[in-house]
């Protein structure tokens, strides 16, 4: 029985053993400038991380890569990887890479008809982050589950940035996607995909769902040369979004218009409520020579609610400013969806407009520039005339 039991306690101890080299075994490889990425793929094991340097400046590996088993591809540093032939995706990642992380690279090359930057060719649970995706035909091609794209430049692609068919439970966020020729994001038959923070502008059509469904957020959808969005036969929410204007442009029919903001032609789209730009201060008379905050906002949305702990579009978009008096610095970038500029009022008293300016919208505000004040009690005329009212 003692031995029995010793034999058990044997057992035990060893698979706790087992587990715990497994867990620690995962190792780093180093790729220079002169290696091959393809070669320390196939070298390295499950849960690797592979590292890709530069040459202390740039650097640009020739290669279509495959990769086959979960790892972690990275660069801390500015490496391009461009396929030496077009007609083949530059990195695919097939359903032996589950779970792979792809991070921080310039990825480009691939222009045959088809063919992506990045394909996830049956592969699910994978991050692509922080990649510049550039002059493809297609950026980004996924075919598989719950991967997440997040943070990258998805730009110059010849037909699309992203396209997302035959799968579910894939997030989109935080990506800048623009200047792609025919569409931003590209949806078919595909389920509970949500994208959220992204700004997608300069394609011909933004986002195209094709017998889908989605939760579209926080999204900045402009300069679109026909739609912002077009959505047949899916059941798309795309409320909070901004559209470039306060008073975007929704069309219903099956009957295709020249443009528009929203475009359904089959299927459904929830557009209502979405994000107004505003501008406000939290003084209505400044004295001259002075300087002020002026606050720019898109955390409000068309019903006046403050979306701000729901969520906020992508940080960093330029909001321009005007005004008829005095100076205003400009541009401004947003952060969670609000920006604060300085406005120096002028050495004349008067009525002056300022203007903030983002995409096809203009929203303003008007204030006195009151005309006496006094530099040692800080106070105006009009504080001056109330209080000798009061007496």
Not at 137 to 158: D, L, P, V
Not at 353 to 373: C, H, P
Request: glycine content about 6%; hydrophobic content about 35%; overall charge neutral.
């Amino acid at each position: 029985m003692g031995c029995i039991k010793r034999i058990s306690l044997f057992i035990i101890f060893f698979t706790i053993i087992t587990v715990f080299i497994g867990a620690v075994s995962a190792n780093n490889w180093t790729v220079n400038p002169g290696d091959s990425i393809q070669s320390t793929i196939n070298s390295a094991s499950v849960n690797d991380t592979i590292t890709v340097n530069d040459n202390d400046s740039n650097y640009t590996y020739t290669e279509n890569l495959i990769i086959n088993k979960t790892l972690t591809l990275k660069t801390t540093g500015n490496v391009t990887i461009i396929t030496p032939n077009s007609s083949i995706s530059t990195i695919i990642i097939n359903s032996g890479g589950n779970g792979s992380t792809i991070q921080g690279f310039i990825i480009k090359g691939a222009t045959g008809t088809g063919k992506s930057g990045i394909c996830l060719d049956g592969a699910s649970n994978c991050i692509i982050r922080t990649n510049t995706i550039t002059d493809n035909y297609i950026g980004i091609n996924i075919f598989s589950n719950n991967n997440t794209i997040e943070f990258n430049n998805i730009t110059n692609n010849s037909w699309m940035g992203i396209n997302l068919s035959y799968l579910t439970n894939n997030l989109v966020q935080n990506n800048s996607i623009y200047n792609n020729t025919w569409y931003g994001i590209h949806l078919g038959e595909s389920n509970n995909i949500t994208i959220i923070s992204n700004s997608i502008s300069y394609s011909v059509y933004g986002i195209n769902p094709q017998i889908s469904n989605a939760n579209i957020y926080f999204n900045r959808i402009v300069q679109c040369s026909k739609f912002g969005l077009v959505n047949q036969d899916s059941t798309i929410n795309a409320t909070n979004n901004w559209w470039g204007t306060n008073d975007p442009y929704y069309v219903n029919s099956p009957n295709w218009p020249a443009t528009a903001d929203i475009y359904v032609e089959s299927g459904s789209v929830i557009s209502n409520p979405h994000l107004n730009l505003m501008i406000s201060t939290s003084y209505e008379n400044i004295p001259r020579n002075v300087s002020r905050n002026v606050t720019a906002d898109l955390t409000r949305n068309s019903e006046n609610i403050d979306t701000s702990l729901s969520g906020n579009i992508i940080d960093n978009i330029p909001i321009n400013f005007s005004t008829t008096l005095g100076t205003i610095t400009t541009p401004s970038f947003t952060e969670n969806g609000k920006t604060v500029t300085n406005f120096n009022s002028s050495t004349i008293s008067g009525l002056v407009t300022i203007y903030a300016i983002l995409d096809k919208q203009t929203v303003s505000k008007t204030l006195k520039i009151i005309g006496i004040y006094n530099n040692r009690t800080l106070m105006g005329y009009l504080v001056f005339k109330r209080l000798l009212m009061m007496h």
